[in-house]
T-cell receptor, first 113, second 111 residues
Framework: GESVGLHLPTLSVQEGDNSIINCAYSNSASDYFIWYKQESGKGPQFIIDIRSNMDKRQGQRVTVLLNKTVKHLSLQIAATQPGDSAVYFCAENPRGGADGLTFGKGTHLIIQP | NAGVTQTPKFQVLKTGQSMTLQCAQDMNHNSMYWYRQDPGMGLRLIYYSASEGTTDKGEVPNGYNVSRLNKREFSLRLESAAPSQTSVYFC??????????FGEGSWLTVV
C-alpha cells in the first residue's frame, strides 16, 4: 500500500501568507525524505531534503520539519508567491538503498491574489 | 549541464505498437529510474538500475522492459503498447541515498 501520503489534495492560500503542506509516512525505517515541486507540464523539481537524524532544515523561504515520533513531515513556505503555485510531493527512501523513492499523491497549492 | 534528458517529449501509439523511451544523464550518477505518473496519483516506479549492468523491477513493471546501455543511458521499452500505458513517463537519476533528479517527462498516448 501507499507508505507516503498527503493530508489534503488541494491547499489554497493568500499571496504573502505562509503555506504549510503536510505528509504522513508509515515506514519507520525510512531515513531520507525529500520535497518536490512540480509545475504543470514539467518534471518534479527538488526543493529540500532532510535525513532522519535531523528534525528541521531550512532553505530559502522553505523549511522542512520531521517528526519521527508520529511519522510526519511538513513543508513550510514563507511569504507564498504566485510562482509557488504547483503540486508538491513528499517522498521517502524506505530502505536507504538505491531502489528509488516512494511518493505521496501530492498537494496542489493554489495561490489566491 | 543538461542533467537528465529524455526523448521523445510526446508520442502517440496505436495499441500493439512498440516503442522505446530514451534517457541519458550527464551527472555521473550510478542509479537510474523510470517512473510513470497518472492523473491524481503520485509517481510509481517501473524499473530501476542501481548501477551499470544491473536492472530491477519496481512497483509496476508489467508490460515494460529496460536496458542500462552504459552508465549514462537507461531506456524503457514498451513491446506491445496498451491503452493502460497512457501516462507521463519520467526518467531520473541519483547518487545513492541522495536526491533523485528528474527529466522533463515523456507524454505517451496509446489509442
Amino acid at each position: 500500500g501507499e507508505s507516503v501520503g498527503l493530508h489534503l489534495p488541494t491547499l489554497s492560500v493568500q499571496e504573502g501568507d505562509n503555506s504549510i503542506i503536510n505528509c504522513a509516512y508509515s515506514n519507520s525505517a525510512s531515513d531520507y525524505f525529500i520535497w518536490y515541486k512540480q509545475e504543470s507540464g514539467k518534471g518534479p523539481q527538488f526543493i529540500i531534503d532532510i535525513r532522519s537524524n535531523m528534525d528541521k532544515r531550512q532553505g530559502q523561504r522553505v523549511t522542512v520539519l520531521l517528526n519521527k515520533t508520529v511519522k510526519h513531515l511538513s513543508l513550510q513556505i514563507a511569504a507564498t508567491q504566485p510562482g509557488d503555485s504547483a503540486v508538491y510531493f513528499c517522498a521517502e527512501n524506505p530502505r536507504g538503498g538505491a531502489d528509488g523513492l516512494t511518493f505521496g499523491k501530492g498537494t496542489h497549492l493554489i495561490i489566491q491574489p | 549541464n543538461a542533467g537528465v534528458t529524455q526523448t521523445p517529449k510526446f508520442q502517440v501509439l496505436k495499441t500493439g505498437q512498440s516503442m522505446t523511451l530514451q534517457c541519458a544523464q550527464d551527472m555521473n550518477h550510478n542509479s537510474m529510474y523510470w517512473y510513470r505518473q497518472d492523473p491524481g496519483m503520485g509517481l510509481r516506479l517501473i524499473y530501476y538500475s542501481a548501477s551499470e549492468g544491473t536492472t530491477d523491477k519496481g512497483e509496476v513493471p508489467n508490460g515494460y522492459n529496460v536496458s542500462r546501455l552504459n552508465k549514462r543511458e537507461f531506456s524503457l521499452r514498451l513491446e506491445s503498447a496498451a491503452p493502460s500505458q497512457t501516462s507521463v513517463y519520467f526518467c531520473a537519476s541519483r547518487i545513492q541515498q541522495n536526491t533523485i533528479y528528474f527529466g522533463e517527462g515523456s507524454w505517451l498516448t496509446v489509442v
